[in-house]
């Protein structure tokens, strides 16, 4: 069974984001400041205890998370799936605007999505090695 972790352990780096709109869409994202964390590898990101994949996009104005989905394969081609982020802020009734936190459990791995004071606990799952994740990356295309 996998340790957990409190988002308030000092292992646990926390980094402001805000709800913005973005896109053609306008449908609601998670902003983070340019350098907070490592973009474009797909990473899993947790929210009320579940497990979701995402991937941080930096962009001319930071860094954005556009959508979690449910498994890496669906996150990847982003296609009529259902955005579990949308989900998630819409059921956390965190609207446009609101700050949330980040955590990063493990950088470039596993993050947090919570809303600013509330504490949690994460599995801290810990990342693959690396020649692993290669073949995974290999198999999935």
Same mark, same amino acid.
Do not use: Q
């Given at each position: 069974?996998?340790?957990?972790?409190?988002?308030?352990?000092?292992? =646990?780096?926390?980094?402001?984001?805000? #709800?913005? %709109?973005?896109?053609?869409?306008? $449908?609601?994202?998670? /902003?983070?400041?340019? +350098?907070?964390?490592?973009?474009?590898?797909?990473?899993?990101?947790?929210?009320?205890?579940?497990?979701?994949?995402?991937?941080? =996009?930096?962009?001319?104005?930071?860094? #954005?998370? %556009?959508?979690?989905?449910?498994? $890496?394969?669906?996150? /990847?081609?982003?296609? +009529?799936?259902?955005?579990?982020?949308?989900?998630?802020?819409?059921?956390?009734?965190?609207?446009?605007?609101?700050?949330?936190?980040?955590?990063?459990?493990?950088?470039?791995?596993?993050?947090?999505?919570?809303?600013?004071?509330?504490?949690?606990?994460?599995?801290?799952?810990?990342?693959?090695?690396?020649?692993?994740?290669?073949?995974?990356?290999?198999?999935?295309?």
């Amino acid at each position: 069974m996998a340790d957990r972790v409190a988002s308030d352990n000092p292992s =646990v780096t926390t980094h402001d984001a805000r #709800v913005v %709109r973005a896109g053609g869409t306008r $449908r609601p994202c998670v /902003r983070l400041p340019a +350098d907070a964390v490592p973009t474009d590898d797909y990473v899993r990101v947790v929210c009320d205890g579940r497990e979701y994949h995402g991937r941080f =996009v930096a962009d001319s104005e930071g860094i #954005v998370l %556009r959508g979690l989905y449910d498994n $890496r394969r669906i996150a /990847r081609e982003d296609r +009529d799936a259902p955005n579990r982020l949308v989900e998630w802020l819409a059921s956390a009734d965190v609207e446009i605007g609101r700050m949330i936190a980040c955590d990063e459990i493990e950088s470039g791995f596993l993050y947090g999505l919570r809303k600013p004071g509330e504490r949690v606990f994460y599995d801290a799952t810990e990342s693959p090695d690396s020649s692993l994740a290669d073949i995974a990356r290999n198999l999935d295309g």
